[in-house]
């Protein structure tokens, strides 16, 4: 009963650097997404993908890429990592749309220095 | 611009009380509002919600009230109890089939034994 499962769940990085953050979903769910969370914030939409082959910006999409390599698995990649990109990110499911529930990851903790 | 505001960033209440989070938001196109709650180290998991049609929305010791006219919703939690320590958020989405929530920032509860 793992529900969304992301990986790692720490990571640090060097500014420059690059990669890819992991999850996947057991539940089914059409649609997935990718949050990131800062200090004092509420969490802000990266990317979403509707559906199995789509993809679509969020509030925050620079810098980031996407892809929804199935029905199950969503990933995030930073290509060149940049300070400002040092949060908390989660991924999420849900069976369509937002209105109906989002089930989150346990969240990746990322440093960039 | 932030859309979805939570004034509180803490809340202490006595066991046994009754709790109320407070959110108002500014985009009068919000048509559906979700409360979340998070445990530190935790991704976030759905607790309530709302749809415009309504005002009220109960479920166990959760309710939640929406007033249109003031754009302001709360969230009541009574009895409260102290497994209910955690930062909630309140989130809206824009329009029915929508795929964006926008979050506050959140309220840290800490209800005390």
């Known amino acids: 009963n793992a529900g969304v499962t992301q990986t790692p769940k720490f990571q640090v990085l060097k500014t420059g650097q690059s990669m890819t953050l992991q999850c996947a979903q057991d539940m089914n769910h059409n649609s997935m997404y990718w949050y990131r969370q800062d200090p004092g914030m509420g969490l802000r939409l990266i990317y979403y993908?509707?559906?199995?082959?789509?993809?679509d910006k969020g509030e925050v999409p620079n810098g980031y890429n996407v892809s929804r390599l199935n029905k199950r698995e969503f990933s995030l990649r930073l290509e060149s990592a940049a300070p400002s990109q040092t949060s908390v990110y989660f991924c999420?499911?849900?069976?369509?749309?937002?209105?109906?529930?989002?089930?989150f990851g346990s969240g990746t903790q990322l440093s960039v220095l | 611009d932030q859309q979805v505001k939570q004034n509180s960033p803490s809340l202490s209440v006595q066991e046994g009380r009754i709790s109320i989070l407070n959110c108002d938001y500014t985009n009068s196109m919000f048509d559906y509002f979700l409360w979340y709650k998070k445990y530190p180290a935790e991704g976030p998991t759905f607790l309530i919600s709302i749809s415009s049609i309504k005002d009220k929305n109960e479920d166990g010791r959760f309710t939640v009230f929406l007033n249109k006219s003031a754009k302001h919703l709360s969230l009541h939690i009574v009895p409260s109890q102290p497994g209910d320590s955690a930062v909630y958020f309140c989130a809206a989405s824009g329009e029915a089939g929508s795929y964006q929530l926008t979050f506050g920032k959140g309220t840290k509860l800490s209800v005390i034994p």
């Open positions: 993908s509707a559906s199995e082959g789509t993809t």
């Open positions: 999420a499911s849900s069976e369509g749309v937002v209105s109906e529930k989002l089930f």
